[in-house]
């Protein structure tokens, strides 16, 4: 009897599968080194807010570990290490490999924009004794949640004159914040027989800015007139500037541990810097890399992936086109033999919400990297689905390298959808799936993540990039 039951359990661990917590697979090792990972990824956050922030930490970073601006035509050798920032929006970055071009590189795709809330062309008014800002909201947001949080301001504003000024209000120690106050309880009546999605009207996300009037009585708008004022003072700008700015509200907190364990990490922005600074870390150390290795930390993700920064824009093709053409190879043949991992955040499971989660394919915390084979929604519609050898590929270079990783779906197949740059690479002819770190609350103004799962994305991508060609 207990012999049979043996051989039993025997034919179970070798056909089952082990879905198991992280924590009960690492060693003591690692987890000093995820916490020292985690110190600086919480860092990185907290001095990239922006896109524009992101990339000129990345390049601060990648300067630091040897990396130079490419220039086209400049001779590389195995080794070299190169990037090109494309209008300090968006940033690609190459460690160049011992074997030709021609046979592919290997591809971390991130993107370093986030949901916001972006100021309108004409933002500035004053009502009730306050100077306002009308904002545009930036990418998928549940609007309620950005309501009675503390703000900053952070952005660029071209003036009249051409000249550059980079606004970071909120950015300095003792700064001051600003905020869009929620309608009080008590006269919310109205309001929360709504539902939740129409509850708060977008123009009326209006940021409180200032409440204290221009000294001289005798001119109207007093209160712009000294919001005004102070901005000219600061940052030189006049109303019109406002015109050709870039000007972003994003939450004004920093960085921070969760959990009386420390276990997460909770900050603005983790979708998905968590997987751009994971997709930049890995590619720092990985080490001597066979197939040339190539970082893309890509803008405008959240609203469609559009426009010149974007990960449809032709950018991306120039500079492997220039790589190319340095190292004597053709963009077709090096893409028809590429790999991408789309580096995107996932749906962690979350037990407050379980029933739009199918629990058997969702990602859970601290199981490490969640390899996603098609997003999309409605029957994978609008999705990039990987094919069988594509997951196979990822899944030996993971287990090569040691990597924790699961496989999961966003939700349940109808609770809602999205997608990620995984498709525009796909569509270049680069086999690509999509990887990435379990998120709760994800487009909150405060994201959570596991920081074994955020050390797991860092290793994944530096296996991606160290893959050897006979894996
Ligand atoms: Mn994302
Ligand atoms: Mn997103």
């Not at 995107?344 to 490490?368: E, L, W």
């Not at 990297?369 to 990039?384: D, H, I, N, P, Q």
Request: net charge negative; proline share 4%; charged share 25%.
């Amino acid at each position: 009897m207990t012999e049979e039951k043996t051989a039993a359990k025997l034919r179970q661990e070798e056909l089952f599968l082990k879905k198991q917590n992280g924590y009960d697979k690492i060693d003591e090792a690692s987890i000093v080194a995820m916490d020292e990972y985690c110190d600086g990824y919480k860092k990185f956050l907290d001095n990239a807010k922006t896109e524009r922030e992101a990339v000129k930490a990345a390049v601060s970073l990648a300067e630091e570990k040897g990396f130079v601006p490419f220039r086209r035509y400049m001779s590389l050798k195995p080794g070299d290490r190169v990037y090109v920032s494309n209008r300090g929006q968006s940033l690609m970055l190459a460690v160049i490999g011992t074997r030709p071009l021609d046979e592919g590189i290997n591809i971390g795709a991130a993107h370093i924009d986030s949901p916001r809330l972006d100021l309108k062309p004409y933002p500035l008014f004053e009502d009730g004794d306050f100077a306002l800002l009308k904002t545009h909201y930036y990418g998928g947001i549940r609007k309620y949640q950005w309501l009675s949080v503390p703000l900053e301001l952070r952005g660029t504003v071209i003036r009249k004159d051409g000249t550059k000024t980079e606004v970071t209000l909120g950015g300095e120690p003792g700064d001051p914040f600003l905020v869009i106050p929620d309608l009080l309880p008590h006269l919310a009546s109205a309001q929360s027989e709504k539902p939740l999605g129409k509850a708060v009207d977008p123009e009326a996300m209006n940021i409180f800015l200032g409440s204290r009037p221009y000294p001289d009585k005798e001119v109207s708008e007093r209160f712009k007139l000294a919001a005004l004022d102070l901005l000219n003072q600061k940052y030189g700008i006049t109303e019109e500037d406002f015109l050709s700015a870039e000007l972003c509200a994003v939450p004004a907190y920093s960085a921070c541990d969760i959990g009386l364990d420390r276990s997460m990490i909770g900050a603005y922005g983790q979708d998905d810097r968590v997987c751009g600074y994971a997709s930049l870390k890995g590619l720092f150390d990985a080490e001597a890399p066979e197939k040339t290795a190539v970082c893309v930390l890509a803008d405008k993700e959240e609203i469609g992936s559009m426009g010149v920064s974007g990960m449809q824009s032709q950018a991306f093709d120039t500079f492997i086109a220039d790589l190319c053409s340095c190292l004597d190879a053709h963009l077709r043949t090096c893409y028809e033999n590429s790999f991408c991992l789309s580096a995107d955040v996932n749906a962690c499971y979350d037990p407050n919400y379980a029933d739009v989660y199918d629990k058997r394919n969702s990602s859970f915390i601290n199981q490490g990297v969640t390899l996603c084979k098609y997003t999309g929604s409605r029957g994978k519609s609008g999705a990039s689905d990987a094919s069988a050898e594509v997951m196979g590929y990822a899944r030996k270079v993971f287990h090569h390298a040691d990597v924790l990783w699961n496989v999961s779906e966003l939700g349940k197949i109808e609770a809602g959808g999205g997608g990620t740059l995984a498709l525009y690479m796909a569509n270049r002819n680069i086999d690509t799936v999509d990887a990435g770190v379990p998120v709760l609350g994800m487009h909150a103004p405060f994201e959570v993540t596991g920081k074994l799962d955020c050390y797991m994305m860092y290793l994944a991508m530096k296996a991606v990039y160290e893959a050897p060609v006979a894996i």
